[in-house]
């Protein structure tokens, strides 16, 4: 009897093991990775695949997107540098506060062309605020999903700043690193399972990522080995103020 308990306990705890070593729920933090936030800068990362991606975009941890607060609304996106994809839609689609309708909708979505390495595109706010978080979407059913960039921000007043840093290092031009993102899930090859909808939100302890006028998306491709389609479907920007 003794032995029979002891076995069906031992069994019990194998599966207990086995099941905490089992991949990820779809939506969890943990299958993307290789984000950091400069300093106390929080990158919060989350992915819906397959499914359970629908046009109502339900993530768990990554806020909605508001109209309330959303300081990208009005604010003035330009391309700094690379080519915007002319089967996509345009830079308005990034803060409208709308979210495409589907996985592979190009005119409902900001891309850069096709077999390019990315681009630059910056964020006027017209006036410096304090940024409580900064919060970005995408979706796509392949290679394009992921999302792949370095945030930079500035208040526009430091020597020998550069509203528009086309190449080299941002930080030698009055801009301030304040994170580098990279949603691509971990251990996946390009094509084999890059796909779903994508949400990251960038926070800080303090409340405040940064007190800027200024910000610059440094996107780059998330493969260019498998094709020339590794330009992310970068469906919305949120800024919120504090």
């Not at 706010?125 to 970005?136: G, M, P, V």
Request: aromatic share 8%.
């Amino acid at each position: 009897m003794k032995n029979s308990l002891f076995l069906v306990a031992l069994c019990a705890t194998l599966a207990a093991v086995s099941s905490s070593k089992a991949s990820p729920a779809a939506g969890a933090s943990d299958q993307v990775g290789a984000s950091k936030g400069e300093g106390d800068i929080k990158v919060a990362v989350e992915r819906i695949a397959g499914s359970d991606a629908s046009d109502k975009w339900k993530f768990k941890n990554i806020p909605a997107v508001t109209k309330t607060n959303n300081a990208a609304i009005k604010a003035k996106f330009s391309l700094v540098s690379g080519e915007q994809d002319s089967n996509g839609a345009g830079l308005d689609a990034l803060h409208d506060a709308k979210l495409p309708s589907g996985e592979d909708v190009p005119d409902e979505s900001f891309f850069f062309n096709a077999g390019s390495d990315g681009g630059r595109i910056a964020v006027d706010l017209t006036n410096a605020i304090d940024i409580q978080q900064i919060n970005s979407y995408s979706w796509h059913a392949n290679t394009r999903g992921p999302q792949v960039y370095k945030l930079y921000g500035s208040d526009g007043t430091a020597d020998g700043f550069k509203a528009r840093p086309e190449s080299g290092d941002p930080t030698k031009a009055g801009w301030k690193l304040i994170a580098s993102v990279d949603t691509r899930p971990k251990g996946a090859s390009p094509g084999e399972d890059f796909g779903g909808q994508y949400g990251v939100s960038i926070t800080s302890p303090a409340g405040t990522v940064g007190h800027y006028r200024y910000l610059l998306f440094d996107c780059a491709t998330t493969e260019r080995d498998a094709d020339d389609f590794g330009n992310t479907f970068y469906s919305e920007i949120s800024v919120l103020a504090k």
